[in-house]
């Protein structure tokens, strides 16, 4: 600890030893004092504790966050007092920072900003502003039994302010692991329930109630708690902002997005520049098929440091919303291009790299890509992604000329080269460099389904006869969880003869087709023409039979009809006499009202995008290009 340090560390704890050292660790040199409340710990939280120094004091739990918070705070002996949660870090470089704040003689308290990470990995954070630093006055105490704050305390001092700075604390306790581990959902709920139980009508504990409902995607309940809620909490409570956020959300994930449409735009009006809101609001009229609509809110997008916030809004996934509208419209050049700013910001992203290769390659602007890499590198993150992507596009050659800049996919799963291989026609070669992989129990179930693959294509090709029907119950295709799966494996390594066979024993090939990611469905349609020919065969039986049907799964028969366009375009590229383009343009006007949705919202449902680059002619509905489908 830092003897000259102003500032006190208060915190309560329970069984924390997995977490607390990483905490303690990263103020150890800016604090001069560490108390903590341990509220019955059977595991070494104690222990790391007092190795940091700090007080321990037992505290019995009485269910009340705040009661244990205040507890703390009267052991304080210095003029600042800093909270943190065992599962938070101080981030690194901040000293001088905080003590220079604590000069400040204007301030009563600090908000600082907490990046809250998400998810398996913490790949996306929700950042918000919480008052976690402020001066050490019997006056300042908690108030709320769970989802506990102090703000208003502070706020309440007549002669001081409550003030934002920038300092930054990261928050791990929303991994799911480790909501998992801690069995916070529960215990959130139990202790809501049991406060609201006492004060039935208090808006904080509705609104934790709400968000706990909704932090498990379980709308239908949270949607009863908000809605009244947002009726009567005033636009200026620091929360009602993501209220509504969350109230509008849940409204479209429970079939009401019409309503939540009609009424986002007071939201807007209240709090304006809330970049959350402003996208919530571009999806809602995606949702209708209002593309330009959509595309004028995103470009009008104004970002306010004032509310809690997901990160990636106005940076990276607003970015990529825009490249999934213009895809939407065909406008490729320019969806490229947000695509492209999307990894700019984050060059991690996932969904980005998704849309962005399958685009590059059916355009024919890989040369985009290539420029990238030049500049950029590929992040080690996404080079397993960006290895698969360019495979399933059967681009091998791209990959052995860009090696260089996928060692980490190459390191992470060495077998990937005998898929590279198998790609490349050498079978033979691709199933030795397999064996070691497949008889290692640590990656048998990876590669498994790899070998099976290659056996299976094997066989196929030994019958001489494309298409042959060797039937799904060979030995090889049990290895796989489903037909699906194994369509996939046999378009990623280029098994063509396999394919064929498999996808020939189907009772539905339509079904399998429809699920392929972008990246495979370009695959089949700059496969060898013979599998063209076959699958547009056999997909227009299928959309013969679906029609016929008393019901007709609209979606199916949509992306049916889609790829089956792709399809009958290659097959007549090969002689073009009337040209193209009027061949293209005579049959799209015959055909387009037959398997098309008949709503523009439905349209947008099906989830367009572009699938090949193979013609340029629009259909006439607006908003709908014979290139898209998702």
């Known amino acids: 600890m830092n003897p000259d340090s102003p500032v006190s560390l208060c915190m309560i704890v329970r069984d924390e030893e997995w977490v607390l050292s990483q905490c303690l660790s990263s103020v150890a040199d800016i604090v001069s004092e560490i108390i903590i409340l341990d509220t019955g710990s059977v595991d070494a939280t104690c222990s790391i504790a007092e190795k940091y120094g700090a007080q321990v004091i037992s505290y019995p739990w009485q269910s009340d966050f705040a009661a244990a918070r205040n507890e703390s705070l009267k052991l304080a ?4 007092i800093l909270v943190l949660d065992a599962d938070e870090c101080f981030t690194d470089g901040q000293k001088e920072k905080l003590w220079a704040l604590c000069a400040d003689e204007a301030a009563a308290g600090y908000e600082l900003q907490i990046k809250s990470l998400l998810g ?13 630093l402020f001066r050490n006055d019997p006056e300042i105490k908690f108030s709320g039994s769970i989802h506990e704050q102090i703000a208003s305390a502070v706020q309440a001092k007549s002669d001081q302010q409550l003030k934002r700075c920038d300092l930054e604390i990261i928050h791990y306790g929303y991994l799911t692991h480790i909501i998992e581990q801690k069995n916070k959902t529960d215990r959130n709920l139990r202790l809501i329930k049991e406060a609201l139980a006492a004060d039935s009508k208090n808006r904080e504990l509705l609104y934790a109630l709400g968000t706990e409902y909704f932090q498990q995607a379980d709308y239908s309940q949270a949607l009863p708690i908000f809605e009244p809620l947002l009726a009567s909490l005033p636009v200026t ?8 956020l969350k109230t509008m959300y849940a409204l479209r994930e429970t079939g009401r997005a019409k309503e939540a ?3 986002i735009e007071q939201g807007l009006t209240a709090f304006p520049n809330f970049a959350d809101l402003q996208e919530l609001y571009a999806v809602l009229f995606m949702d209708e098929g209002q593309d330009d609509q959509a595309l004028h809110v995103l470009g009008g997008m104004c970002i306010s440091r004032e509310y809690t916030s997901v990160s990636g809004a106005g940076t990276y996934r607003t970015a990529y919303l825009k490249g999934v509208l213009l895809e939407r419209q065909g406008q490729w050049q320019k969806a490229c291009e947000s695509y492209r700013v999307s990894l700019e910001y984050r060059p991690d992203y996932v969904p980005a790299w998704q849309r962005w290769l399958p685009l590059l390659v059916c355009t024919g602007q890989i040369q985009q890509l290539n420029e990238w890499v030049k500049k950029q590198a590929i992040p080690k993150k996404a080079q397993l992604l960006v290895f698969y992507l360019m495979l399933d596009l059967q681009q091998p050659a791209w990959i052995l000329k860009h090696r260089e800049y996928l060692h980490g996919a190459f390191l992470a799963q060495p077998w990937i080269e005998a898929l590279l291989q198998a790609q490349m026609g050498e079978y033979s070669t691709a199933s030795r460099n397999l064996q070691p992989w497949v008889q290692s129990p640590a990656h048998r179930e990876q590669t498994e389904t790899i070998q099976a693959a290659l056996e299976y294509s094997k066989t196929a090709l030994k019958s001489g006869h494309r298409g042959v029907q060797t039937g799904l119950g060979k030995p090889q295709l049990h290895r796989f969880s489903s037909a699906a799966d194994a369509c996939k494996m046999f378009i990623r390594i ?3 003869y396999g394919f064929s066979s498999m996808l020939r024993s189907d009772p539905s090939p339509g079904t399998l087709l429809s699920a392929l990611s972008p990246a495979m469905k370009m695959a089949l349609v700059h496969a060898p023409l013979w599998i063209v020919e076959q699958l547009h065969s056999l997909l227009e039986q299928e959309l013969e039979r679906e029609w016929e049907r008393e019901q007709p799964d609209e979606i199916l028969g949509s992306r049916c009809y889609m790829l089956w366009i ?5 097959m007549i590229q090969r002689d073009s006499d009337p040209p193209l383009d009027t061949r293209l343009r005579s049959f799209l006007q015959e055909q387009q009202e037959k398997y098309i949705p008949a709503s523009e919202a439905h349209i947008a449902r099906c989830g367009w995008n572009a699938l090949t680059y193979v013609i340029s002619t629009p259909l006439t509905r607006s908003g709908l290009h014979p290139l898209v489908l998702l």
Do not use: I, M, N
């Open 566 to 570: 792709a399809l009958h375009t290659r």
């Open 494 to 496: 280029g098994a063509w």
């Open 77 to 80: 002996t210095k003029p600042w």
């Open 261 to 263: 449409l009609q009424q």
């Open 237 to 244: 409570e620091g929360y009602a902002s993501d209220l509504f």
């Open 120 to 132: 398996h990995q913490g790949d996306e954070q929700v950042t918000d502003y919480v008052c976690r």
